[in-house]
């Protein structure tokens, strides 16, 4: 039998970062103060979520793009009417949303 009991090691390797500094309008800083708080978070955390979720955004955005150009340019090999690819493109994108 296996034993559930065996030692298990978790590595966590933090990803090297740096420092970064910005200037953003009081009313700005303002308002991430206050969200911030009603999240129970620190305004550097925050801001910190704010870009990694708009990045992760941005990086499947772009992703999308080349799928759909690298499809379309498949498309084209195959069927030669521009108004059919399109139609093909259209249907791929509206059964993602």
């Not at 009991?5 to 309008?25: A, C, G, M, R």
């Not at 009081?26 to 978070?41: K, P, V």
């Amino acid at each position: 039998m296996n034993n559930h009991n065996e030692d298990f090691t978790l590595k966590i390797k933090p990803n090297p970062s740096e420092v970064v500094s910005i200037k953003i309008s009081l009313d700005t800083l303002a308002n991430l103060e206050m969200i911030a708080q009603n999240q129970n978070l620190s305004v550097k955390s925050l801001i910190k979520f704010y870009i990694g979720k708009n990045l992760r955004e941005d990086i499947s955005q772009e992703f999308s793009e080349k799928l759909f150009n690298s499809t379309l340019k498949a498309l084209s090999k195959y069927i030669s009417s521009e108004s059919q690819r399109e139609k093909i493109i259209n249907e791929i994108k509206s059964e993602l949303r």
